[in-house]
């Protein structure tokens, strides 16, 4: 299945990547099968910055799909269909 993953706020994976926005091809149908499959291609600097000690999606992340679906850590089973893009995004707090 071809997604497209758009990272956002991310300069160290975009460099890590080889770009914003990448057209990526998994074997997986989940939010979960992707970040997976995205650490796997790109390696340990990936899985590190986009993972926490536990091997989950670090809570400072957020997922949007097709930029009108939030998926927060909990719902990374979320199924995804050929052609969806998929945006990883820092989530950012302040006063």
């Known amino acids: 299945m071809k997604i497209t993953v758009e990272f956002l706020s ?7 990547v080889g770009g914003k926005i990448i057209a990526f091809n998994m074997a997986g149908t989940t939010v979960e099968d992707l970040i997976r499959e995205l650490g796997a291609k790109y390696g340990k600097g990936v ?13 400072s992340f957020a997922v949007a799909i097709n930029k009108e679906e939030l998926i927060h850590r909990d719902q ?3 199924t995804l269909q050929d052609g969806d893009r998929v ?6 707090a302040g006063g």
């Open 47 to 59: 899985r590190q910055f986009l993972f926490d000690e536990t091997g989950q999606l670090d809570m």
């Open 87 to 92: 945006s990883i995004m820092m989530l950012v």
């Open 10 to 16: 991310l300069p160290n994976v975009v460099k890590m």
């Open 76 to 78: 990374l089973n979320r």
